[in-house]
């Protein structure tokens, strides 16, 4: 069964860290590009990071040199270090395949920055 778990949000000053987790299961999901999404209150959910199989990754300029993608492809999770984070990275961050073959999504994580 496809399931996406995401883990690891919280509260953080400007400036901190947090790193998310992404547990997946199913063949909709394994070995395919896997990535992180995230959406604000009132925007649009956006692709902020993407990581292959092979581990070839892409960041969004938004987030460029504060993020990093990772992935472990014998646990099935894929991560997001974030760090300086910034008031408008609030938001809910979800993991997914790329490019999405379904409407399916996991709960998400909260991630809230304080200014």
């Known amino acids: 069964q496809e399931q996406l778990v995401e883990s690891g949000g919280g509260l953080v000053q400007s400036g901190g860290s947090l790193r998310l987790s992404c547990a997946y299961t199913g063949r909709t999901f394994t070995t395919w590009t896997m990535g992180w999404f995230r959406q604000a209150p009132g925007k649009e959910r956006e692709l902020v990071a993407e990581?292959?199989?092979?581990?070839?990754?892409y960041v969004v300029d938004s987030v460029k040199d504060r993020f990093v993608i990772s992935r472990d492809n014998q646990q099935n999770i894929i991560s997001l270090q974030m760090s300086n984070l910034k008031p408008e990275d609030s938001a809910v961050y979800y993991c997914n395949r790329v490019p999405r073959t379904s409407d399916y999504w996991g709960p998400g994580t909260q991630v809230t920055v304080s200014s």
């Open positions: 990581i292959m199989w092979s581990g070839i990754a």
